[in-house]
Each structure stands twice: as C-alpha cells, then as structure tokens.
C-alpha cells in the first residue's frame, strides 16, 4: 500500500507554501525507502516555485538536499541496508543507457535526468516530489553513503551546494598551488571556498562589500577583495579558475580579465537575463566561459567521502517547516548565513 507522507508543497505559483499530503509509492525490487530527517533549502526551490523559470508544475513539493535513515529496502538492493545513513540530491532517475549516463554524468542524460521534484517519472506521467516531505522511495542507483561521522543536518547541502562547487573544482583539476576566485559567499559560495581550501587551493572571495571578510577567512579563504578598478587591476590574469555563484547580473567582460591565460571562468548561477559577453577578454587570454551542473551520482558519493575526510560540512540555520515561507523571504535578502535547513520532525 502507498504510504500517506506530511509535507510542504507550493499550490500555484508565487503563492506562500502550505501543508500538504500527498503518497509515496510502495518500493520496488530496486528501491529504498527513507525516512527524511533534514532537508536543504536551495535557491533553486524559491525559483521553481515561483515559476521564474517557467514550467513549474504543481501542486509542487520542493527539495534536493536529502538527507535521512533508510527504513526498508527491495528485496534487490545491495547497497543499503535498514538504519544506513544515506542522502538524495538533485535526481532521482535517468534513461541508464545513453552515452552520458554510462559515463556516470547522469545529470546531463540525453534524454533529460528525472528531477528529485517538479519533473516526471520514467513512466512519463508521474509527478516527483521532493524532500519538503517525512519520507521518499529512491532507486537505489541514485541513493547516497551518508559517513556516520558528518552531522547529518549540516549535511544535508552538500547534496546540492557541496556537489556543485565540487565538481567544477575537480573538472578543472584545482590543487596545490592553483589560484581559485569565488564570486559571491552564499550557499554555494560558502561551500566552494570549503573545498577549495581542502584541495590545497590560495582561494580569494570576491564579494559586493567587506560585509563578509571575516566569515570567508574563517572558511579557509586566503584574500577577500570587493569589485572594482582596484581589484580587477591587482588581480588581472591571476587566477586558473573563477567559481560565480552569482545569481544578479554582472559585467562578465571585467572579471574574465582576472582569469590567466588558459584559465577559465564557471557560471553556477542563472540570472533573470541573460548576461552580454564581448568576445574581446576570451580571444586576449585565451580563456574560456564554462557552465557546470551539479556532478553524477559516482562524483557525488565521491564528494561526500572527501567531506567526510577533511571535515566538511555547510554552515547551516536550522528551521521548523513552518517557516519555510519566511526563510524564502530571507534568502532574497540575503539574510542567511550559509543554508536554510528544514528539520522534518517538525511535520511529525
């Protein structure tokens, strides 16, 4: 018998989040069933439930920072066990035939991955929700080890933050004595500046005002500096890699000149509009505009083990669901420091 869960769900867009129920499917042979404990709330979420980026689907249950205990298992499941600590990111599902899934990037599965909410299951007509909710029935494939020793509330972003500063770090081959720039200290940021640190990188944050200078020394970042004709001269082909996690509009064109010849500048944030770049500061350095969504499944559990090793976790402000409406109104304010989480006791 499907299983009646509590949740949190948008109604229609740009309405203010409500309780809800809906059911989660019995698990199949290749499933697992979990209890959500704690669940990330990523600025994705405020963006899809207020369908800024068109085609959201409701009733809609937002969520892809996952984290719990495994409660039952299909009877052909391997990998997880009842009472295992595990996560859940960003999909749930992809086609597990095209050329990117046996690569393991399913996140850019040809035939679109499944997302963890506001997306369809491989039947085509099922809607997916996410982790706004007291439990989830996962494949197994795309279930995550959760080591014992990370707290699990602090890490419940890394499925969505963690990865997707990590794999751009990894892509781009950041170590020992790489330069690293970060661009904008939030969720992301804040995570970015973490892992960098960790792989031996001199990281600099570069930020809109020194409101947060300390906070980014604390994180492990080297120098902090805010935009402008100072900056951008002190720092002109400086560094191999810039992580932007900004999500407002900028003028790209000034910051490509502080990457280095060859090196390159990723976009992990999405605007309202699009950005105008001049071909101008690529052609002089040779440099190269890259985009970069979270990492597969492999890079991901990958990821998590290397948090575990070096003490990893987000900064995190932990919430009651029912304040999950308030909390959207801080994100826009920027009034948090570093991730929302939502502790689902509170709809038990």
């Known amino acids: ?180 720039a970060v661009m904008g200290l939030g969720g992301l940021g804040h995570m970015a500046v973490k892992l960098a640190a960790a792989m031996g990188a001199e990281v600099t944050v570069l930020s809109s005002s020194m409101k947060k200078k300390e906070d980014a020394i604390r994180l492990g970042a080297t120098n902090y500096a805010v935009g402008g004709d100072e900056t951008f001269k002190k720092y002109n082909r400086y560094f191999d890699l810039i992580i932007n996690t900004v999500s407002a509009g900028l003028d790209l064109n000034t910051y490509l000149g502080m990457v280095k010849l060859n090196g390159t500048m990723v976009l992990l944030g999405i605007p309202e509009a699009p950005e105008p770049v001049h071909p101008f500061p690529l052609i002089m350095g040779r440099r190269s505009l890259a985009g970069s969504l979270i990492g597969g499944i492999k890079e991901t559990q990958e990821m998590l083990d290397f948090c575990a090793a070096h003490n990893i976790a987000s900064d995190i402000e932990l919430i009651p669901a029912q304040k999950i409406n308030e909390a959207y109104e801080r994100m826009l304010k920027g009034d948090v420091r570093y991730r929302f989480v939502i502790d689902l006791a509170s709809l038990k």
């Open 1 to 180: 018998m499907p299983t009646t869960v509590q949740a949190f769900a948008a109604l229609k867009a740009k309405e203010a989040l409500k309780p809800f129920s809906f059911e989660r499917r019995d698990p199949g042979a290749h499933d697992v069933a979990i209890d959500i404990h704690y669940c990330g709330v990523c600025h994705s979420d405020l963006h899809q439930v207020r369908d800024e980026w068109g085609g959201s689907r409701f009733p809609m249950v937002p969520g892809h920072e996952i984290v719990g205990k495994v409660t039952a298992v299909g009877s052909s499941v391997k990998k997880f066990k009842i009472g295992d600590s595990v996560g859940v990111g960003c999909m749930v599902d992809s086609c597990q035939e095209c050329a990117s899934c046996a690569e393991g990037l399913e996140q850019y599965c040809e035939k679109g991955m499944t997302g963890t909410y506001n997306s369809v299951e491989r039947d085509g007509k099922t809607p997916t929700q996410g982790g706004y909710s007291t439990k989830i029935v996962v494949s197994e494939k795309f279930v995550l080890k959760i080591d014992p020793k990370l707290p699990l509330d602090k890490a419940a972003p890394l499925l969505c933050a963690g990865i997707t500063t990590y794999s751009p770090l990894r892509h781009w081959n950041i170590g020992k004595g790489s330069k690293v």
